[in-house]
Nanobody, 124 residues
Framework: QVQAVESGGGLVQAGGSLRLSCAAS????????MGWFRQVPGKEREFVAA????????GYGDSVKGRFIISRDNAKNTVYLQMNSLKPEDTAAYYC?????????????????WGQGTQVTVSS
């Protein structure tokens, strides 16, 4: 079955950087767009970034534009999220997801497979 496993979360000071990874299996990875979302308890899941199967960007959420970079390595079945200039408001659980439906990129309902999430905490 399809699995996505995130790693790289942790505790970082404001202004610092983290790199998240998501390794996917059970699918032809290079055939799918991939996305990153984040969620804080009690709030809806928020779109962070997405990337096409070819590696072209499909966009970023407004709150992370200019600070986060999404990339992928199809040979390693892995998608990355480089997070720079982190702020306390970036604190959340971060999830990667496989976009296997044709709708809007920022809509989490267009993603059929999700990882278990990795926690990112940014201290002030």
């Amino acid at each position: 079955q399809v699995q996505a496993v995130e790693s790289g979360g942790g505790l970082v000071q404001a202004g610092g950087s983290l790199r998240l990874s998501c390794a996917a299996s059970g699918l032809t990875f290079s055939g799918f767009a991939m996305g990153w979302f984040r969620q804080v308890p009690g709030k809806e899941r928020e779109f962070v970034a997405a990337i096409a199967w070819s590696g072209g960007s499909l966009g970023y959420g407004d709150s992370v534009k200019g600070r986060f970079i999404i990339s992928r390595d199809n040979a390693k079945n892995t998608v990355y999220l480089q997070m720079n200039s982190l702020k306390p408001e970036d604190t959340a659980a971060y999830y990667c997801a496989v976009k296997n439906r044709p709708g809007s990129v920022p809509d989490p309902r267009q993603y059929g497979y999700w990882g278990q999430g990795t926690q990112v905490t940014v201290s002030s």
